[in-house]
């Protein structure tokens, strides 16, 4: 008795019954995958051969050659900074360029190493001065 007449405002809430969660209606994956066009899964079927392909004849170009893999990725890093190395990285934008038109989206340029020097430093904290640290109010 005396647990009725000490009520409290959110009684009426808690007594009231709570509405079922409604079911979320999400596809399986199987339906998901349908949704997508055709067009692009042939174009990724088509990446998928060109990028076997090239696997393949690497795999058969170091067996001609006898070169180990290992040994020839090892000298491609060492090959960065000749000249032939700079105008290939070209050749690579002019593709990626032609490539993005063909899309029509955009090609994000690549920070080189000073413009991520610079936004690195930028970044760092500075400390307080006097001023601010007195809490004081700025006259200009």
């Not at 050659?65 to 050749?91: R, V």
Request: no cysteine; glycine share 4%; aromatic share 4%.
């Amino acid at each position: 008795m005396k647990r009725e007449e000490e009520s409290s405002i959110f009684d009426y809430a808690r007594k009231k019954a709570k509405p079922a969660p409604k079911p979320k209606s999400t596809p399986p994956a199987s339906e998901a995958k349908e949704e997508e066009p055709t067009d692009m899964k042939q174009m990724f079927d088509k990446m998928r051969t060109m990028h076997r392909e090239l696997k393949e004849s690497l795999e058969k170009t170091f067996e001609k050659t006898g070169i180990n893999p290992k040994h020839f990725e090892d000298s491609l890093k060492l090959a960065k900074s000749t000249p032939l190395w700079t105008e290939g990285q070209k050749e690579k934008q002019l593709l990626e360029q032609k490539v993005a038109e063909a899309i029509g989206t955009t090609v994000p340029r690549a920070k080189t190493e000073k413009e991520r020097k610079e936004t690195h430093m930028s970044k760092e904290r500075k400390g307080k001065t006097l001023g601010s640290r007195k809490k004081w109010i700025p006259v200009k």
